[in-house]
Nanobody, 123 residues
């Protein structure tokens, strides 16, 4: 079992920044790929960013490229999502997830999920 706890969400004005954290515990989390997803009201959960177990590969959905950066600190068992130049369309509940599947853009590619943290961007 892997437990994931997100933090760092909040209310921010458009153009501002937030850094989300995902603290992992349980089984050896360093072997897991990690992803960030988000879900806006009335919409399906969508892929945002991915980092491989080694940290050597990262991928982003097009709408956040150049604005968001995913990283991981293996020693702290923590994954981060630095979000800059936030826009109102980024408003959503953000979830981190852990898995070993190569299908990193899909929710089915992950075995463990956090409870989510709310991000609200005002215009």
């Amino acid at each position: 079992q892997v437990q994931l706890v997100e933090s760092g969400g909040g209310l921010v004005q458009a153009g501002g920044s937030l850094r989300l954290s995902c603290a992992a515990s349980g089984r050896t989390v360093s072997v897991y790929n990690m992803g960030w997803f988000r879900q806006a009201p009335g919409k399906e959960r969508e892929f945002v960013a991915f980092i491989s177990w080694s940290g050597g590969s990262t991928f982003y959905t097009d709408s956040v490229k150049g604005r968001f950066t995913i990283s991981r600190d293996t020693a702290k068992n923590t994954v981060y999502l630095q979000m800059n130049s936030l826009i109102p369309e980024d408003t959503a509940v953000f979830y981190c997830a852990a898995g070993t599947s190569p299908h990193y853009r899909y929710t089915r590619g992950y075995d463990y999920w956090g409870q989510g943290t709310q991000v609200t961007v005002s215009s």
